[in-house]
Each structure stands twice: as C-alpha cells, then as structure tokens.
C-alpha cells in the first residue's frame, strides 16, 4: 500500500513540443520530482525513515547516496582506497 503523502499535479509545459508533462509534488514542501522513486526517498526526510545502515560504523542514512558519500569521507581507508 502506497503512504498518502503526495499529489500529482500537471506541469504546464514550457515548450509545445514535449506537450504536457507530470511531476510529482511533496504535499509537505515545495520539492517536485518526475520519478515516483525520486519522490519516495525524499519523502524518508519527512518521516525519518532511514533504511541504510553504515558498514562501519552505527549511522544510518535515508538514502543511499548519502551513505557512499559519508563511507567515503569517514571510512575511506577501511574502503581500501
Ligand atoms: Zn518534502
Ligand atoms: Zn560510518
């Protein structure tokens, strides 16, 4: 089941060629995505939700590309780089 926590609203189309597009609006901010994926993981900033879990160390992160950056940053040398 879906989390209600989003509304797809039409964006009006800029340019007549690519005829109308949908993007998809945060209901709790002003942040808008195209991607329903996109839309989900940003949705982890408002419900806390962090489902990733640092190799190294006890932080968890809502999005994966968070945790490459701060395994990079902290754990660089565990990493073997
Ligand atoms: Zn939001
Ligand atoms: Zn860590």
Not at 50 to 65: E, V
């Amino acid at each position: 089941m879906l989390t209600k926590g989003w509304a797809v609203v039409p964006l009006a189309p800029r340019r007549p060629s690519r005829g109308s597009r949908q993007l998809l609006q945060c209901e709790h901010c002003d942040y808008s995505c195209p991607r329903p994926a996109d839309l989900r993981k940003h949705l982890r900033t408002h419900t806390g939700e962090r489902p990733y879990k640092c190799h190294h160390c006890d932080r968890w992160f809502g999005d994966i590309s968070n945790r490459r950056a701060h395994m990079r940053k902290w754990h660089a040398s565990e990493m073997g780089q």
